[in-house]
């Protein structure tokens, strides 16, 4: 089944919808999301991408990451996308908004509008097994010192949050 995304301009409005593996392999701007959530003690919850997926397999990651479909807004998105990967849902809130582009594997390319959620949620998830294979709690230092060390096993945009938006979010 075709998978259609929303294309959006710097400023995050909507210019059209196009299929999602096209979107990548020509690099093409449009919206996304990132989920942030955290247990009790602060520390993050990580997922460890299934290595089926399309780009970025066996790469840690945040919590939860996606793109709304192409007739659905993001509240409803970010929601169904938490409970298809992590099997479960909790309260999110936006954190912040930013604009990259990275080099994948597979010859692809993320240039998103990315819209971050984050929030607090003690249970552990079950994991749909087609989305991610793992997961672990880790503490913000922590994941700072190792992001740094080990750059190759975190997920490009990943990467990029804890490098530039550190402080707004993981504090």
Known sequence: MQENIII????????????????HEKA?????????????????MLQQRDMQKYHSGWLWTNTCCSHPRDWEDLEHAIHRRLQEEMWFDTELTKKTELIYKA??????????Y????????????????????????????????????????????FYIIVKDHFDKLFS
């Open 8 to 23: 959006v301009d710097e400023f995050d409005r909507e210019i059209w919808v196009w299929e999602k593996m096209e979107v």
């Open 28 to 44: 093409l701007l449009h919206r996304a999301f990132s989920i942030l959530v955290f247990n009790s003690k602060w520390e993050l």
């Open 103 to 112: 080099e994948l594997d597979n010859e692809l390319t993320e240039h998103e």
């Open 114 to 157: 990315l819209h971050v959620y984050k929030w607090f949620f003690d249970l552990e998830p079950n994991l749909n097994p087609d989305e991610a294979m793992d997961y672990k709690w880790i503490s913000p230092n922590d994941l700072k010192i190792d992001i740094e060390k080990n750059p190759d096993a975190y997920t490009k945009w």
